[in-house]
C-alpha cells in the first residue's frame, strides 16, 4: 500500500514546522513534497529569507531524491569526499545544506520536510518538529492512514 | 503606507479559494506572492495537477509583475495583439493564462494570487474567491491591517 | 572611429526618457546597451513595471542584436511572417515587442535603448526621447564625440 | 511603516559608489535593489568588467533574500563551513563574494546594494559609500523620508 501525503497532512506538518520555529525565534521557510518530489505546501513564515524560498523547497526536493536527509550531504560533498560536485547537479537543485529531511512510511520515501532561513542546525531542529508530527501519526498502527 | 500581506493572511486567502474549489468540484494549485512576486504560500489540492505547482506560481508572479490579471494577457499576447510575445520574456514566468489577479490595496499592488489545475474560467472563479476574501479584509476602513 | 556611449552619455539618454515618461504620464523601465548588446545603464521609474525590469534591457539588446528596432519583429514574427519564432531564440532574449531601439553613429549600432512598461507605441515615444537626444548630441559634427 | 526606496533615491547611493569608486581609481558595477530583490537602478563605469552586469546586480539580490552583506558568505560558505553549498542554490543568483550590503531602515531590509569590478574589498569600500550616504539620509529622523 502506497501512503499518499494529503494537503491537509501537509498543512499539519508545516504547523508543527512553524511551532517549532516560533518556540526558537525564527523565521524560517518550510516546504513539503510529495513521493516524486514535487511541492504540496510551501510556507514563508513573516520575515524569513527570500533565498529561504528556493532552498526549503530543494531541500525538500533533495531528501527525497537522494533518499536521504540534506545534511548527510553537507559532510560528503566536501571537497575529497564521496558526493563532492553534487550540488551543480541536477541544475542545481541538490542542496547539500542541512534542513532536508525524507518522511519515511513502511520503509519507503514518501515525501520529504525542508527548512531554510537559520543555521542548518536551527533548520535541522525546526524539520524534525515536523518529521516528528509525521511520525507520530503514522506509527498509530501501521496501517493506519494519517491522512484524516 | 505600504500593506504587507502575513502568512497568517495568505493561509487565510488560500483556504477561501479551496472553498471555492471544493465547492465546484475542482482540484486546484494555489499561491499567493507579495509585492516584490516572491512567494508566501502555496498549496496543493489533493489530485491537482503537478504542471499547476510551476503555472499557479507564475501566474500570481505575473500578475504582480504586470500589474494586472493574468487574463487581460490571453488576449493581449494573441498574434496580432500588443503583447504578443511577452510570454518567452522573463525567462518564461509570465503566463498568459486567466488565474493570476493581483491584490490590490490603498491603489497600489501588495501581491498576488494565482492558481491553475482547471480551466481558466475555473481557475479565474476560484481566485476570485481568495480576492473577494482580500477585499472584505481591507476593506473594513482604509487604513485597517488584515494582518491580524 | 568607433564610438563608445559612456555612462555619463547613458545617463543624459535615461533621462531624456524619463522626462518623456513623465510628460506622458507614464511609469518606464529604460536601459542603455553597448555595442556588444552589454548593459551600461538601467532605471526602474517609481511603480514601473517588474515584469518591465527583463524587457526593457532586453528590448535594448535586441535592438543591437538584431540591428532594427524592436517593433519591426512585432510584425515580423507573427505566425506566417518572415521572422516567426525568433523570441525563443537566444534564450528567449530576443523581444519583438516596439520599445528597443538601436543607436547608430556612422552608419554603425553603437549601442540600444529599450523601454518597457507601457503600450508599445507609448514605450516606443519614450524611446524615441533618448534616440532624439541622442542623435543631437552626435549630429554636432560627425566627428564630434558625446562623451563629454 | 515601510520605506518604499524611490528611483531619485537609488541614484544618489550610485553616484555616491561611483564618487568613491573615482576616488579610489576604481570602474565599478552598482546595482540598487529594492526589498523584493528586484532592480531599481544600475550603472555600469567606464572600462568596468561586463562580468560585473550580472554579479553586481546578484550581490545586491543576495543581500536583500539572505540578509546580510554578502562577505559573510565568502567565509561561511567555505568547504567544512556553515554555508558551503550555497551559491549553487537559487539558480546561482546568490554570490558569496563581498560587495553586497543590505540597506536597512527601521531594522527591516528595504533593499540592497551591490557593486563588482575591483577586489572584494575594494568594492565592499564602494558599496559601503552607498550604504553611509543611506544612513545619512534616514537618519534624520526615524520616521523621516529619504525620497525627497
Keep these: 500500500m502506497n501512503m499518499l501525503i494529503s494537503l491537509r497532512l501537509a ?4 504547523e508543527a514546522a512553524e511551532r517549532k520555529a516560533l518556540e526558537l525565534g525564527l523565521s524560517e521557510d518550510i516546504a513539503i513534497v510529495d513521493e516524486g518530489g514535487n ?26 531524491a537522494m533518499q536521504m536527509p540534506t545534511s548527510n550531504l553537507a559532510n560528503a560533498a566536501l571537497p575529497g569526499g564521496p558526493s563532492f560536485g553534487i550540488n551543480t547537479t541536477n541544475q542545481g537543485k541538490i542542496v547539500i545544506l542541512g534542513g532536508g529531511i ?3 512510511f513502511n520503509n ?15 533548520d535541522i531542529e525546526v524539520a524534525n518538529a515536523a518529521l516528528l508530527t509525521f511520525n507520530k501519526m503514522t506509527n498509530a498502527g501501521s496501517n493506519s492512514n494519517p491522512n484524516k
Tied chains: 1, 2, 3, 4.
Excluded at 44 to 58: E, F, H, P, V
Design 102 to 104: 525524507p518522511l519515511i
Design 11 to 14: 498543512i499539519v506538518l508545516l
Design 108 to 122: 519507503k520515501v514518501v515525501g520529504g520536510v525542508g527548512v531554510s532561513g537559520a543555521t542548518s542546525e536551527q
Design 39 to 64: 511541492l504540496i505546501a510551501f510556507h514563508r513564515m513573516d520575515n524569513a529569507k527570500i533565498a529561504g524560498i528556493d532552498i526549503a523547497q530543494n531541500k525538500a526536493w533533495t531528501s527525497v
